[in-house]
């Protein structure tokens, strides 16, 4: 069906951006890439009075290395970071998982940040952010603030920004590239949001791990981490068998939801056979760095 | 009750079109209704189905999720822009002598992205092929003719660049 009547506005600049988020409270949402709150308005399932096109603020299309960080600005299209050498240098769990994501005209308008903004529970993009301990910088016009990736994402469509709020940059910290990734997920349909997805990266020294980051999506309200799984990995050698136990007390600890496509059951047996294929093919990948 | 209406700059398929519109017309409906290019289909209308393909500067997008308010000053390609009943893209013709369609209805959707994919890649494997459509949906085919039919028009392309060249 057709969306609700909408005022529209397209400014130029953040700040104007920023005044006409604080001038209707709550009425207001921001489109960049629309490719999440379309539909959603198509189905009237969204009905903001206020639609600010942000699609003209094009400085913040961006993607740069900034001392010890990745820099991704608010523009940025998923299609850009998917084919970019600098994102598989520097973050290679995010050019994995771009693999994941979508189709080709969603990635040519969909921005990174919208997407985080969107927060849907089944997402690739909340998940590599939380496993890589990423910053989100907010902005509203009292101040930027610095979101840790781990208190943005509260819920099924609800993050940590104001309703005055913008998500303007991701910043990614680049100690990765020495790091193993792995990433796995299922779905329905290649591209569709994930029954399961895990988002892992493995930190081995001297044979034994020591930094383990395993983010699940599609299992509860929000992309989490999963504390008592990499406690677990910490200190031990990667085998096989540690990562089929590891799986094993995941799948028993998480109460998986129930619903669209997948049962609590089959959620199970998903974490339970994608947790060890993202653990070996992340320590496979930590063994192969340069000791440098 | 009369909405704002918005006025908008857009060129189609090379040609300057200014319109007033209201904020919530979609560019699907935009095209078809005031354009009247029909050839851009509306399928599912929430961003799955690809029917509503178009290219918006530059680019392969799903028309049904842009508004036409937001195309003020882009440029636009519709698959009219491909070619003509007597002078047929070589896509086209592909998809004809392949049987890459049926009832026509995902196809210019089909054709679009496939252009993208070809400009970008001149000699694809089946597989990137396959990865490149897989965000239209056809419910005829079975989606091999669809391959079939953008593998000969990639060959024929790279045939005639290779002439040219």
Redesign the interface.
């Known amino acids: 069906?057709?969306?609700?009547?909408?005022?529209?506005a397209?400014p130029r600049t953040l700040d104007e951006v920023l005044h006409l988020l604080a001038s209707r409270p709550g009425d207001a949402k921001l489109?960049a890439g629309?490719?999440s709150l379309?539909?959603m308005m198509?189905?009237r399932f969204a009905r903001p009075e206020l639609?600010i096109?942000v699609?003209a603020l094009t400085d913040l299309d961006y993607h740069r290395r900034e001392g010890d960080a990745l820099c991704i600005g608010a523009l940025t299209r998923h299609?850009t970071l998917r084919d970019s050498a600098l994102v598989r240098e520097l973050c290679p769990l995010m050019a994995e998982a771009y693999r994941h994501v979508?189709?080709?005209?969603?990635r040519?308008?969909g921005t990174l940040c919208g997407n985080l903004c969107h927060a849907d529970p089944a997402s690739e993009m909340p998940a590599v952010m939380l496993a890589t301990e990423a910053t989100l910088v907010v902005q509203g016009l009292s101040g930027r603030r610095q979101v840790p990736a781990a208190d943005f994402f509260q819920g099924v469509y609800a993050t940590a920004l104001e309703p005055d709020e913008m998500l303007v940059e991701v910043r990614i910290p680049v100690g990765q590239a020495r790091l193993g990734h792995g990433f796995e997920e299922v779905s329905v349909?290649?591209?569709d949001y994930a029954l399961t997805l895990v988002a892992s990266l493995l930190g081995i020294r001297n044979g034994r791990i020591e930094m383990a980051a395993v983010a699940l999506a599609g299992v509860a309200d929000r992309a989490m981490r999963v504390p008592t799984l990499e406690a677990g990995l910490l200190g031990k050698m990667p085998s096989d068998a540690l990562f089929a136990e590891v799986g094993a007390a995941a799948s028993l600890a998480l109460i998986p939801a129930d619903v669209d496509h997948a049962d609590a059951e089959y959620r199970r047996d998903l974490i339970r056979t994608l947790v060890p294929r993202a653990l070996t093919r992340a320590a496979e990948r930590a063994a192969f760095q340069p000791t440098a | 009750m009369s909405e704002q209406k918005y006025p908008i700059k857009v060129t189609v398929n090379g040609r300057k079109i200014e319109r007033e519109v209201s904020a919530r017309m979609l560019l699907s409906d935009f095209i078809r209704q005031e354009l009247q290019l029909t050839g851009t289909h509306v399928g599912c209308e929430h961003g799955v189905c690809g029917a509503c393909t178009v290219i918006l500067d530059g680019r392969t997008t799903r028309s049904c999720l842009t508004f036409a308010i937001q195309v003020d000053g882009a440029e636009i390609s519709t698959v009219e822009s491909l070619g003509t009943v007597n002078n047929l893209h070589p896509l086209q013709s592909a998809f004809w002598e392949k049987h890459g369609l049926q009832c026509g209805f995902c196809t210019p959707g089909m054709l679009l992205t496939a252009k993208e994919l070809l400009a970008r890649n001149p000699d694809p494997t089946r597989e990137e092929v396959a990865e490149a459509i897989s965000g239209n949906l056809c419910r005829c085919t079975g989606y091999q003719t669809i391959i079939d039919s953008i593998m000969a028009a990639a060959e024929t392309l790279r045939n005639a660049a290779e002439v040219q060249a």
């Not at chain 1, 979508?102 to 969603?106: E, K």
């Open positions: 069906m057709k969306p609700a009547h909408f005022d529209y397209r489109i629309g490719q379309v539909p198509n189905f639609l096109d699609n299609v979508a189709h080709v005209a969603v040519n308008r349909r290649k591209g």
